[in-house]
């Protein structure tokens, strides 16, 4: 059993307690990411299938062999007794193949099987880059889980800090019993918020191990910053735009549409007929009438007349499935351009959450101590002083999560326009 754990610790990419920064993440998700492992060979099966389709359109050579025997009393001619054919025969040689006309059959084949690998790498590209996105929201929640159990410690360190005054004042004969009760009870919600928001920095970080793609229980802390400076996204439109041309899910479709044409233009060359040129060379030998080396060479062709209307019905397959591809097209362009809209909405949400964050927890700050230094005077009670606390620690909470909030925007609006290399940068040290 430990050498099987020591095994397992050898294996794992990360080492436990080791901290994390966001790009150390991104390159352990590029590695350990199940989908993107999964969209790796789903690429390599379409560059497969082309291998096969192109190899319709180049000369087969086989090597081949037979031996056959007849009966004794065959005979060489229906009016002749006297002749004996050979009652042994054995071959061994090469065939080729090359195909010559097929109405295009083969060719459109290929064509479709090369349009699937673009669409094998765009589906590849789309599901690294959806990798990164979603690696780096799981980051910036752990960062903002992280900063609010911050957050949490510091109110609770008001919070203990105002009910050890009140206590002091209560025994000065300063104030009453109820302050004390009133910071007492302040200070056990403070300690209840903290615990949640503990509980929900574990959490966080489950989710991030998910989707980096390691296994469960391994347990690492992270290492980096929320934003701290914050800029206006582009417009609207120039952002669409964009996102048009490049993003990956929305190449993918147009690609499998792409592939879906010349697939319809496969299964209606498929009525045509097909000329092929044929060659053969060997060694026959025969137990009458000699052994001689023989070669042929001919044309083959093959038209099929009917078929039970297998040939129409591929045809009628091929073209819904055509209609599939431009439908599925359609519904991703109006997909991104929803997520875009959505994605800037929350971006300038979030920046002007951050930037009103910024001033409440300035002037929350300085209301708080002036309650402080009120109710030390005596001319403020300790509900001022504890509603400052909450509104303090409030602000400082928003100003967290909009930050948060802020980092997310952004991803997905580099994930939307197929460019999340610039954030991967970013976030290297």
Sequence with gaps: MLLVLAAACLASPVVAGQRLTLAQALDLALKENPNLGAASARSSEAEADYAIAAADLLPTVEANA?????????????????????????????TGRQLLFDGGKTSASKSAAQRGVEAGRMGFQA???????????????????????????????????????????????????????????????????LANTQEAEKMSVVSLAQAIGLRPGLAFSIEGELPRRFEAPSPDDEMLHIATVRNPDLQQAQAQVAQAEESLRSAQAARAPELALLGSYGYRERDIGGSAPEWIVGLAGTWTLYDGGALPAQTEKARAKLSQAREAERSVDLEVQTLMKDALRAWRTALNDARASAKLVEANSESLKAAEVLYRSGKATALDVLTAQDDL???????????ANYAVARYAVARLIGNPLELESESKP
Excluded: I, P
């Design 127 to 193: 599901t690294r880059e959806e990798t990164v996105y979603q690696v780096s929201q799981a980051f910036s929640r752990a960062l903002d889980a992280r900063d609010t159990v911050g957050v949490a410690a510091s109110a609770l360190k008001r919070q203990q800090a105002f009910e050890a005054l009140t206590s002091d004042f209560f025994k000065a004969g300063k104030t009453t019993q109820l302050d004390v009760l009133k910071a007492e009870a302040a200070r056990l919600d403070a300690e209840r918020v």
């Design 393 to 403: 620690a409030q602000a400082e909470g928003d100003q967290v999560h909009a930050a």
């Design 66 to 94: 037979s031996v056959s025997r007849l009966n004794e009393d065959r005979l060489g001619s229906l009016d002749s007794y006297s002749s004996a054919l050979y009652t042994r025969d054995s071959f061994g040689g090469v």
